[in-house]
């Protein structure tokens, strides 16, 4: 079982920067593939950022150049650092958890933070 906390959301302006984090409790959490989702009102949740067990990542095209993924297994964290943000990176922020490989479908991920509010003001 993990169980996943996000924080660091809140209110940017254009261009600017946030971190989100992500704390994980359980013993296994090197062995699991971290993703940070996001979804808009409106629209379904997407897959932003992830990164598996031995370090590889994945990012989607929106934020590629902007967005760095990390984690520490030794904090059992996994960090978003968002750079020159923009008003459509606005929306709700998830971390998801699960095993190994990393998956771009929001189902196939079995555990999920609460969500952390983005917004980008233009």
């Known amino acids: 079982q993990v169980q996943l906390v996000e924080s660091g959301g809140g209110l940017v302006q254009a261009g600017g920067s946030l971190r989100l984090s992500c704390a994980a409790s359980?013993?296994?959490?090197?062995?699991?593939?971290m993703g940070w989702f996001r979804q808009a009102p409106g629209k379904e949740r997407e897959l932003v950022a992830a990164?598996?067990?031995?370090?590889?990542?994945y990012y989607a095209d929106s934020v590629k150049g902007r967005f760095t993924i990390s984690r520490d297994n030794v904090k059992n964290t996994v960090a978003l650092q968002m750079n020159s943000l923009k008003p459509e990176d606005t929306a709700v922020y998830y971390c998801?958890?699960?095993?190994?490989?990393?998956?771009?479908?929001?189902?196939?991920?079995?555990?999920w933070g609460q969500g952390t509010q983005v917004t980008v003001s233009s």
């Open positions: 998801a958890a699960r095993s190994r490989l990393i998956h771009t479908t929001p189902s196939e991920y079995n555990y």
């Open positions: 990164i598996n067990s031995g370090g590889l990542t």
């Open positions: 359980g013993r296994t959490f090197s062995s699991y593939a």
